[in-house]
């Protein structure tokens, strides 16, 4: 297993420009999850899905819009970068029926936005 | 409110017991977790503890829970390099239909020879 796949690694934009994060597991978990990681401020949640076909907001979804293709893949999109998107992304994905409703994440993209 | 306090770094020397402290602030959490991440990497869940438990052990890692102070330790024994790494304390309260994770600014150990 793989685990939870996210590409690309790193990515430089530059203001205004837009992009999508992607993120898939084979886990087969029904919920899944982005987050941002800012410095001194540890993961803050941005949108998640509880299940395929729902999507839900976060502590900070300004800015962000999410697709929850099918079970396995939920995609991040920025439609118009700022310099506040700074940052590292994380996906991750859980199951309730897993230890403490473990959530497993990804290794994260690092996003520049000039 | 939701919020989850610990302190930023921490050293220690080799061999040595480590400690690191969290606070908590929703009593509704059924887990209470430490993740940790390593340079360039995403987190990996450490341990957890169910909250009607006091205290877990994991081979050298214990975990302490005061429910009354809302505080929870990770105590990391005979600490290595290895351990070097940001450890995160995280609350889960249950929102709808998934557990929402709460997490602190993390703690950065640093282990030296």
């Known amino acids: 297993n793989a685990g939870v796949t996210q590409t690309p690694k790193f990515q430089v934009l530059k203001t205004g420009q837009s992009m999508t994060l992607q993120c898939a597991q084979d886990?087969?978990?029904?919920?899944m999850y982005w987050y941002r990681q800012d410095p001194g401020m540890g993961l803050r949640l941005i949108y998640y899905?509880?299940?395929?076909?729902?999507?839900d907001k976060g502590e900070v979804p300004n800015g962000y819009n999410v697709s929850r293709l099918n079970k396995r893949e939920f995609s991040l999109r920025l439609e118009s970068a700022a310099p506040s998107q700074t940052s590292v992304y994380f996906c991750?994905?859980?199951?309730?029926?897993?230890?403490?409703?473990?959530?497993?994440f990804g290794p994260g993209t690092r996003l520049t936005v000039l | 409110g939701e919020d989850v306090e610990q302190s930023l770094f921490l050293s220690v020397r080799e061999g040595d017991s480590s400690v690191i402290n969290c606070t908590y602030t929703?009593?509704?959490?059924?887990?209470l977790y430490w993740y940790k991440q390593e340079p360039g990497a995403g987190l990996q869940l450490l341990t957890y503890?169910?909250?009607?438990?006091d205290m877990k052990q994991d081979q050298r890692l214990t975990v302490l829970l005061n429910k009354k102070d809302k505080h929870l330790s990770l105590r990391i024994a005979d600490t290595q390099t290895g351990d070097s790494a940001i450890y995160f304390c995280?609350?889960?309260?249950?929102?709808?239909?998934?557990?929402?994770?709460?997490f602190g600014a993390g703690t950065r150990l640093a282990v030296h020879p």
């Open positions: 899905s509880a299940s395929e076909g729902t999507t």
């Open positions: 929703d009593s509704s959490s059924t887990y």
């Open positions: 886990m087969n978990h029904n919920s």
């Open positions: 995280a609350e889960s309260p249950r929102v709808g239909g998934y557990n929402k994770l709460i």
């Open positions: 503890i169910f909250s009607n438990m």
């Open positions: 991750a994905s859980s199951d309730t029926s897993g230890r403490g409703n473990e959530q497993f």
